[in-house]
């Protein structure tokens, strides 16, 4: 069983910055991919960034130059560091961690429709969330 713990959302100015981080524990597969999804009220979950296990980072074109994705293997721990913050990211954040069914998967799923996503990714876990706001 794997658990993902999400931390550090807040409340911040629009330009600000927030720094998420998301701490797992239990048998993580070697082939993970982690993700980082978000999810603004009345709409649905979509992708924001992911990391493939060979440390290739993908973004959404709506965080792109913004946000960075990064992890700690060592302390089992994905981060995300938003700088330049909109009052548009304002959303709960999500972590998320899963084997892609196939090659290139990793990457596709910041863009992908959060229905395929759930459906097509394999042992698949999320976090509990942590609500970002931004205000103008």
């Known amino acids: 069983q794997v658990q993902l713990v999400e931390s550090g959302g807040g409340s911040v100015q629009a330009g600000g910055s927030l720094r998420l981080s998301c701490a797992a524990s239990g048998y993580i597969y070697s082939s993970n991919c982690m993700a980082w999804f978000r999810q603004a009220p009345g709409k649905e979950r979509e992708g924001a960034a992911s990391?493939?296990?060979?440390?290739?980072?993908s973004y959404a074109d709506s965080v792109k130059g913004r946000f960075t994705i990064s992890q700690d293997n060592a302390k089992n721990t994905l981060y995300l560091q938003m700088n330049s913050l909109k009052p548009e990211d304002t959303a709960m954040y999500y972590c998320a961690a899963f084997v892609p069914p196939r090659p290139r998967y990793c990457s596709e799923v910041v863009d992908m429709p959060p229905r395929e996503m759930m459906a097509t990714a394999h042992f698949l876990y999320w976090g509990q969330g942590t609500q970002v706001t931004v205000s103008s």
């Open positions: 990391i493939d296990i060979d440390g290739t980072t």
